[in-house]
């Protein structure tokens, strides 16, 4: 079974850039999740997905990012205009849907670094 | 709002058990016990998790008080490649029934 791709990789630009990632979660699974890592901290929500509605966006900085998984698949994380302290990993991970019991799979990230 | 308390740090001598506590007192009677790990640079990756019962998979085992207030994780015969971050995380029961990730035990397995 494949698990969670995630591009880029890697990404450097300057602040007030945008800058998107995409995602695409393990086949069959209804409920995206994108979470932002910064550098020693444990990774923090941004915003879920089941299927193609928003579950939860609190801890998204709507003024700068935006998600959307269109189809209940695939999604993209943008940010414009980027900041200083936008630089993190972006983690994507998806799961087969919201129940307490349903384990998290996460893909490998996208590092961000703003200048 | 992490609901559990982990010590930072750990060591462990390699082919030995490493057991890593994990403390979560305020734990609801549905919410369940999630440990993953985060090797550098890359995704977590999910080990176990457990309601009430303890639990055991290839990877570890999961040892849960009777009070559920804390549990433990059991790497069996720790190697090199265990060296990781880990994380506990007790699953809040609200809308999305989302991970509040901590800061983790860093554990690093000595040769």
């Known amino acids: ?115 | 709002d992490a609901k559990t308390t982990q010590p930072p740090s750990m060591d462990c001598a390699e082919g030995r058990a490493a057991n890593l506590p994990c403390n979560h007192s305020t734990i609801s009677g549905n919410e369940y016990v999630y440990w993953y790990r985060q090797i550098h640079s890359q995704g977590p990756q999910y080990i176990i998790h457990g309601l009430k019962n303890n639990e055991t998979n290839e990877m570890a085992s999961l040892i849960i008080t009777e009070d559920r207030k804390s549990s433990t994780l059991i790497l069996p015969h720790a190697t090199l490649r265990d060296t990781a971050v880990y994380y506990c995380i007790v699953r809040v029961a609200y809308t999305g029934n989302q991970f509040y990730f901590g800061t983790g035990t860093s554990l690093t397995v000595i040769p």
């Not at chain 1, 850039?17 to 923090?44: E, M, R």
């Not at chain 1, 936008?86 to 087969?96: E, F, Q, T």
């Open chain 1, 1 to 115: 079974e494949a698990g969670v791709a995630q591009s880029p990789r890697y990404k450097i630009i300057e602040k007030r850039q945008s800058v998107a990632f995409w995602c695409n979660p393990i086949s069959g699974h209804a409920t995206l999740y994108w979470y932002q890592q910064i550098l020693g901290q444990g990774p923090k929500l941004l915003i879920q997905f089941q299927n193609n509605g928003v579950v939860d966006d609190s801890q998204l900085p709507k003024d700068r990012f935006s998600a959307e998984r269109l189809k209940g698949v695939d999604s993209t994380l943008k940010i414009q205009p980027a900041k200083l302290e936008d630089s993190a990993v972006y983690l994507c991970a998806s799961s087969r849907g919201q129940d307490l019991s349903y384990e998290q799979y996460f893909g490998p990230g996208t590092r961000l670094t703003v200048t």
